[in-house]
């Protein structure tokens, strides 16, 4: 079973520091 969550989060590095989280994937 696929879930279709939208994708928010942008990775600019392979840190986790680097990566912009546009929104939060569980806020409802």
Known sequence: EVTE???DI???GPER???I???HP???
Do not use: A
Request: aromatic residues 6%; without cysteine; negative net charge.
């Open 5 to 7: 969550i939208p994708i």
């Open 10 to 12: 942008i990775s600019t």
């Open 17 to 19: 520091t680097e990566t």
């Open 21 to 23: 989280i546009l929104r």
């Open 26 to 28: 569980f806020d409802s």
